[in-house]
């Protein structure tokens, strides 16, 4: 069974360009997590998904940050403009449903702005 | 808020020694504790995990110990192996959130 996936695997751009991250859940799980991992941290959750609903991104930057669960499987979560302390890993985790607490990460994206 | 602590931020064990993690809550809400392993370059992959109701689980070389009291839980490696070497998170859930809250990570190195 595949896990979860994700891409690009690493990115570097200048600071005030645009990037966007993309992930796809194992299949059959409904709920999709985006999470940041500064170096040397924990990763912090940024959007929760239920199906095609975000039910908590209460941590998520909103004047720069978006994300998008379309269809209720594939997620995009996208900064613009990306900010130097944008710089990180951004993980994206997947459950069966809410009520499953075994969440599988997937690889991430390390984003470095220059 | 650094609603998990965890120690020590880093720790070198000799291979066939013990290996042993500390965290600490705060919020007696939590009802799940998982730990994961992460390599570099990789995900969290979760390693074991232990609900209130007990004090101990064992998985193979992996204990977890839970002390609700004290609102503590650690991780013990026994056999440590050079393969261990990896970046270890506590975490806690909340039940009904599902909301993951990682500690800050130990770097264990076991040496041959």
């Known amino acids: 069974e595949a896990g979860v996936v994700q891409s690009p695997r690493y990115k570097i751009i200048e600071k005030k360009q645009p990037v966007a991250f993309w992930c796809n859940p194992i299949?059959?799980?409904?709920?999709l997590y985006w999470y940041l991992q500064n170096l040397g941290q924990g990763p912090e959750l940024l959007i929760r998904?239920?199906?095609?609903?975000?039910?908590?991104d209460s941590q998520l930057p909103k004047d720069r940050f978006s994300a998008e669960r379309l269809k209720g499987v594939d997620s995009t979560l996208k900064i613009q403009p990306a900010e130097l302390g944008d710089s990180a890993v951004y993980l994206c985790?997947?459950?069966?449903?809410?009520?499953?607490?075994?969440?599988?990460f997937g690889p991430g994206t390390r984003l470095t702005v220059l | 808020q650094q609603q998990v602590k965890q120690s020590p931020q880093s720790l070198i064990v000799q291979k066939g020694g013990i290996s042993i993690i500390n965290c600490a809550y705060e919020?007696?809400?939590?009802?799940?504790f998982p730990w994961y392993q992460q390599f570099p370059g990789k995900g969290p992959a979760l390693l074991i995990a232990?609900?209130?109701?007990?004090s101990e689980k064992k998985e193979g070389r992996f204990t977890i110990s839970f002390n609700k009291s004290a609102k503590q839980f650690s991780l013990h490696i026994m056999d440590s192996q050079p393969g261990d070497s990896a970046t270890y998170f506590c975490?806690?859930?909340?039940?009904?959130?599902?909301?993951?809250?990682f500690g800050a990570g130990t770097r264990l190195a076991v040496h041959p």
């Open positions: 985790a997947s459950s069966l449903d809410a009520f499953d607490n075994e969440q599988f």
């Open positions: 299949s059959g799980h409904n709920t």
């Open positions: 998904y239920e199906n095609e609903e975000a039910v908590d």
């Open positions: 919020n007696t809400a939590f009802d799940y």
């Open positions: 232990i609900r209130p109701d007990v």
């Open positions: 975490a806690a859930v909340s039940g009904g959130y599902n909301k993951l809250i």
